[in-house]
């Protein structure tokens, strides 16, 4: 096991030995990241969004675009959260920056299914919709359909990572 080195003793190592090594050493106790960028294979995937603030689609944007990019497989959205009112005609001019990337992946081939439980829930129906959007039974029994044909689940949770580093690192950011 691995001793913790304190402010005390960092300093009365770098006074014995070259301060590049041994503060590479402190401050890396466990070594460095090995890299594997190795190839993915093909695979579908089912994205399972349920977001308290439709502005978080701006996220799922990034998630769909980077996990494609890399599955090169057919995507499936399935939307069944207080998101869905941004999918809204009527919400439109609200959402518009949001509502035309998704158009975007739509017309790049993703699929957006939303469940007609939480739209019926939330006071929609169908016609309320974009033209992209198809209305399903129910969300969760849509995500088992799509797992049913081999597509791999993904939950992503709306947290952005842009930036985190300098929360602890500020003086780093350039």
């Known amino acids: 096991m691995k001793a913790k080195l304190t402010g005390m003793a960092i300093a009365a190592v770098l006074t014995l030995a070259p301060a590049s090594s041994v503060l590479a050493e402190a401050l890396a106790p466990y070594g460095t990241a090995k890299v594997d960028m190795h190839p993915m294979p093909v695979t579908p995937t089912v994205f399972d969004v349920n977001y308290e603030d439709p502005?978080?689609?701006?996220?799922?944007?990034?998630?769909?675009?980077?996990?494609?990019?890399?599955?090169?497989?057919?995507?499936?959205?399935?939307?069944?959260?207080?998101?869905?009112?941004?999918?809204?005609?009527?919400?439109?001019?609200?959402?518009?920056?949001?509502?035309?990337?998704?158009?975007?992946?739509?017309?790049?081939?993703?699929?957006?299914?939303?469940?007609?439980?939480?739209?019926?829930?939330?006071?929609?129906?169908?016609?309320?919709?974009?033209?992209?959007?198809?209305?399903?039974?129910?969300?969760?029994?849509?995500?088992?359909?799509?797992q049913g044909k081999g597509y791999q689940y993904v939950n992503p949770l709306p947290l952005s990572v842009k930036d985190v580093r300098y929360l602890d690192q500020p003086q780093l950011k350039k």
């Open 55 to 146: 502005q978080k689609l701006n996220i799922l944007y990034n998630f769909v675009k980077n996990t494609r990019r890399e599955t090169r497989g057919d995507v499936v959205v399935v939307t069944h959260g207080p998101e869905l009112r941004a999918f809204a005609k009527e919400n439109y001019e609200k959402y518009q920056g949001i509502v035309d990337k998704m158009a975007e992946l739509a017309q790049d081939g993703v699929q957006f299914k939303m469940c007609n439980n939480a739209m019926k829930a939330a006071g929609y129906r169908a016609e309320d919709m974009h033209g992209f959007i198809t209305v399903v039974p129910a969300g969760f029994p849509e995500l088992v359909y799509w």
